[in-house]
């Protein structure tokens, strides 16, 4: 599986991880984003109508937990709010925000937002950056716990950083979608550098420069393309309507050949240029 470019990245590039189904196959996917490799999209067909679950954890985290605080830490809250209601009350307003990201405490930096295919469109059912209020967290949490209803069709998945996130860091990842409690079948992929993360490049849309007496401003390519193009279509339209002038002012059949000669060499140059 081949990660492709940035500026490629996009569900129609999508990597295919295949099919799953209840109780049937587990699919994970390994990869990592960096300075030049900004997101991930993946597809996958889920086959069965029943719970599904998902589940994105980074390599840096770990399930080690060295003491439990968590007694301490609700009476120092309790504290808290009798001496200082209005502190703790910013204190947990603060809190809740950071924790919004759902996805935080397993994948520190990253972010993942699943869609469906509805109606030959890809449809935003669950985001880890959504409001806490909304939709698409709560269908996230529902993945994350295994109990979201997925109906069958085509699912993609795209994983990117918080904002915060050092972009020039390495973030490796493993992504893992079942269907059920139980399967029979597990596989794993693993995703290789793109040619920019190779080279160590980030590839652009091809840039080209118009200059004026004025301003020198920079468009794309293809726009430049298709101004050329109306450009040359007004160029050809009037040196017609110029011909169809210099022939109605000509009676004779020598004028009018040589009126006709002078366009096809004009008309000529204008194209060659």
Same mark, same amino acid.
């Given at each position: 599986?081949?990660?492709?470019?940035?500026? !490629?990245?996009?569900?129609?590039?999508?990597?295919?991880?295949?099919?799953?189904?209840?109780?049937?196959?587990?699919?994970? =996917?390994?990869? #990592? &984003?960096?300075?030049?490799?900004?997101?991930?999209?993946?597809?996958?067909?889920?086959?069965?109508?029943?719970?599904?679950?998902?589940?994105?954890?980074?390599?840096?985290?770990?399930? +080690?937990?060295?003491?439990?605080?968590?007694?301490?830490?609700?009476?120092?809250?309790? &504290?808290?709010?009798?001496?200082?209601?209005?502190?703790?009350?910013? +204190?947990?307003?603060?809190? +809740?925000?950071?924790?919004?990201?759902?996805? %935080? #405490?397993?994948?520190?930096?990253?972010?993942?937002?699943?869609?469906?295919?509805?109606?030959?469109?890809?449809?935003?059912? $669950?985001?880890?950056?959504?409001?806490? !209020?909304?939709? +698409?967290?709560?269908? &996230? %949490?529902?993945?994350?716990?295994?109990?979201?209803? @997925?109906?069958?069709?085509?699912?993609?998945?795209?994983?990117?950083?918080?904002?915060? $996130?050092?972009?020039?860091? !390495?973030?490796?990842? @493993?992504?893992?979608?079942?269907?059920?409690?139980?399967?029979?079948?597990?596989?794993?992929?693993?995703?290789?550098?793109?040619?920019?993360?190779?080279?160590?490049?980030?590839?652009?849309?091809?840039?080209?420069?118009?200059?004026?007496?004025?301003?020198?401003?920079?468009?794309?390519? =293809?726009? =430049?393309?298709?101004?050329?193009?109306?450009?040359?279509?007004?160029?050809?339209?009037?040196?017609?309507?110029?011909?169809?002038?210099?022939?109605? &002012?000509?009676?004779?059949?020598?004028?009018?050949?040589? =009126?006709?000669?002078?366009?096809?060499?004009?008309?000529?140059?204008?194209?060659?240029?």
């Amino acid at each position: 599986m081949v990660d492709v470019n940035n500026i !490629d990245e996009s569900f129609s590039n999508a990597r295919d991880l295949g099919y799953t189904r209840l109780n049937y196959a587990r699919v994970t =996917a390994i990869a #990592e &984003l960096g300075k030049y490799n900004e997101r991930d999209i993946y597809k996958i067909q889920v086959q069965s109508n029943g719970k599904m679950s998902i589940s994105l954890r980074s390599s840096d985290t770990t399930d +080690e937990k060295v003491l439990d605080l968590s007694e301490y830490e609700e009476y120092l809250d309790n &504290l808290k709010q009798q001496l200082d209601p209005e502190g703790y009350a910013a +204190e947990k307003a603060e809190k +809740e925000e950071a924790e919004q990201n759902l996805i %935080e #405490e397993l994948a520190p930096g990253l972010t993942m937002k699943v869609y469906m295919v509805k109606n030959n469109k890809q449809v935003l059912i $669950a985001d880890s950056t959504a409001d806490k !209020d909304s939709e +698409e967290y709560a269908n &996230l %949490e529902a993945l994350m716990s295994g109990e979201y209803k @997925a109906t069958k069709g085509d699912y993609y998945i795209e994983i990117g950083t918080t904002e915060d $996130a050092d972009k020039d860091a !390495d973030h490796p990842y @493993a992504i893992q979608i079942l269907q059920g409690t139980s399967y029979k079948h597990d596989y794993v992929m693993t995703q290789s550098d793109s040619e920019d993360t190779t080279n160590e490049t980030i590839s652009t849309t091809p840039m080209t420069t118009s200059s004026t007496s004025t301003t020198t401003t920079s468009i794309s390519a =293809a726009y =430049a393309a298709q101004i050329q193009a109306v450009q040359d279509e007004g160029a050809a339209n009037m040196l017609a309507a110029g011909y169809s002038n210099i022939a109605s &002012l000509t009676s004779d059949s020598s004028s009018s050949s040589a =009126a006709s000669k002078l366009f096809s060499t004009i008309l000529s140059g204008s194209q060659s240029s």
